[in-house]
């Protein structure tokens, strides 16, 4: 009953919800600026993570009166007004196997479903949810995924099914899902893959439980189509391109052109020192960081500096190929309710956009599926790890898996699994690091189109990556060197451990392949 009621009171102020819950950037202005700027904290996360006190205004108020002019006094003021977040505390002690420690994290990581005080960024779910560890103290949408893979083996259903929830929660209060749960994530989301979420929960009869969940499937559908009414071929609206022929195709986009309040500092030195119109960058890199890939050479323009982002002018891979395989779960979640008109309607997108990519991101003579540069009209060239999504989906025929599989096989296979790109930047979506929702959608891509043993082998590469790391580190961690089987390095901050997808990606490819499971196995093949 309190679930609906809250659904209700949520349909209600949705078209209206970012006036509700402004950002700390909004809220503290001026003591904001400061803070972040002079870098009172190492890690731009912790000031907009911390919870006031007492009203902004009266804040406010206080450093105008006390203006405090040193670093050491705005720190002083800061924790006199704030509450800073609390030290990460999901350190076990290591256990004989891995799947016992990921066993042992998950009470650590769950978080209960509590109204967040008065002002704080936290956003409000109704139930408890499993965040990724380190300095991610809120749940995030594409990395609840590849965890909630590692809680059903694990016999935690009902965790799943809560995240399920929480998620549909989001998408009826805010018109989609967000980035994470935190006021400043709002005007973003992450890679669509709810449908996929709500997949599990009925692992032999998916269209069942997508039928359920229909109203919410379809309203975050029309959130990432929304602007492709009217749209001429050529143009691009929100996050939908019009492509030449007028085929209609995605891209990730921000309607914020600001810097982002959790790397204020990094993204407005970044802005001044790319001689661009900073808006332009601050959008760019909002969108990479809805694509979850922040950030990669794939949005840089020169393939070697942030500083060139241009996110927003690609038509990516992944992220149609998962809008497919939205569509494809629409229809027959429509088909499974008997709503026979809408399942064809949806069958029909989901075959439009099939054609397109194939047009328009697949390669023929490079043998793999790229992204598409909608202002230049042409491919990008670029080979990453997202080309095989179209596998993982199975929108691909049997000529491009086998390409594919051969171009990863010889460029993308590394000593512990999939390298992200074949480029290194310094950033940490970029070579020589392997991530685990790419292990994953690469296994499972790989075994759809009959490559069981290559599958079996990133498999194999990968856990004994994991396995060797938390054998000299006591950790799961964020990402590895796959080139070198370490941890990994770059990006924006340190190395983070807990760790969410990680963990779930390793225990759902230990259940998986059974045979991985003694350390002996691990070598590859």
């Known amino acids: 009953m309190l679930f609906g009621a809250l659904l209700s009171l949520s349909c209600a102020i949705a078209a209206a919800a970012p006036a509700f819950y402004p950002t700390p950037a909004k809220l503290f202005g001026p003591l904001f600026v400061r803070v972040q700027m002079e870098r009172v904290f190492p890690d731009g996360k912790t000031f907009v993570d911390a919870v006031p006190k007492v009203a902004p205004a009266v804040i406010l108020r206080r450093f105008r009166r006390s203006n405090p002019r040193t670093r050491a006094a705005l720190l002083s003021f800061v924790k006199h007004n704030f509450t800073l977040p609390a030290p990460d505390r999901t350190r076990v002690p290591k256990a004989p196997t891995l799947q016992a420690h990921i066993a042992a994290l998950w009470p650590l990581l769950t978080r209960p479903a509590v109204v967040p005080p008065l002002y704080s960024s936290l956003l409000y779910v109704p139930k408890p949810y499993i965040i990724p560890g380190g300095r991610f103290r809120e749940f995030y949408y594409w990395d609840s995924y590849f965890t909630m893979l590692g809680l059903i083996p694990d016999r935690r259903m009902n965790s799943a099914r809560d995240m399920v929830d929480d998620f549909s929660y989001l998408i009826h209060t805010y018109g989609h899902i967000p980035n994470g749960t935190r006021t400043y994530y709002l005007s973003r989301s992450q890679p669509p893959v709810y449908y996929l979420m709500i997949g599990l929960l009925d692992a032999h009869d998916p269209a069942h439980a997508w039928g359920k969940h229909l109203a919410s499937l379809r309203r975050e559908y029309a959130y990432w189509m929304r602007g492709a009414t009217g749209l001429h071929p050529g143009q691009a609206r929100r996050n939908v391109v019009a492509m ?111 054609l397109a990519i194939d047009r328009y991101l697949w390669d023929a003579r490079r043998g793999y599926f790229m992204d598409y540069d909608w202002r230049t009209h042409r491919r990008t060239e670029e080979l990453s790890a997202a080309t095989l999504y179209p596998l993982f989906v199975g929108l691909a025929d049997a000529h491009q898996a086998n390409a594919v599989a051969r171009v990863v096989r010889d460029r993308l296979l590394k000593r512990g699994g999939i390298v992200t790109t074949t480029i290194e930047t310094g950033q940490q979506w970029d070579a020589p690091n392997g991530w685990a929702p790419l292990q994953w959608i690469a296994v499972q891509g790989l075994r759809r189109y009959g490559h069981p043993r290559f599958a079996l082998r990133i498999a194999r590469r990968w856990v004994r990556t994991v396995r060797r790391v938390y054998r000299n580190t006591g950790k799961l961690v964020e990402k590895y060197n796959v080139e070198r089987d370490l941890p990994g390095g770059g990006g924006e901050y340190p190395l983070q451990d807990g760790f969410g997808w990680t963990n779930g990606v390793t225990e759902a490819l230990l259940t998986q392949y059974p045979q991985l499971d003694h350390p002996s196995s691990g070598g590859a093949p």
């Open 244 to 354: 030449p022929d007028g085929a209609i195709l995605n891209r990730y986009w921000s309607p914020v052109a600001t810097p982002r309040d959790e790397s204020y500092r990094k993204d407005v030195l970044l802005a001044r020192a790319s001689g661009r119109t900073p808006a332009v960058v601050y959008r760019n890199l909002r969108a990479a960081a809805e694509s979850g890939w922040d950030f990669s050479s794939r949005w840089l323009a020169d393939r070697r500096h942030l500083a060139t982002i241009r996110t927003t002018d690609l038509v990516p891979i992944d992220l149609n190929s998962l809008l497919y395989g939205m569509e494809q779960a629409i229809s027959r979640g429509c088909a499974a309710r008997h709503e026979h008109a809408c399942a064809r309607k949806f069958a029909e997108r989901a075959q439009r956009r099939k």
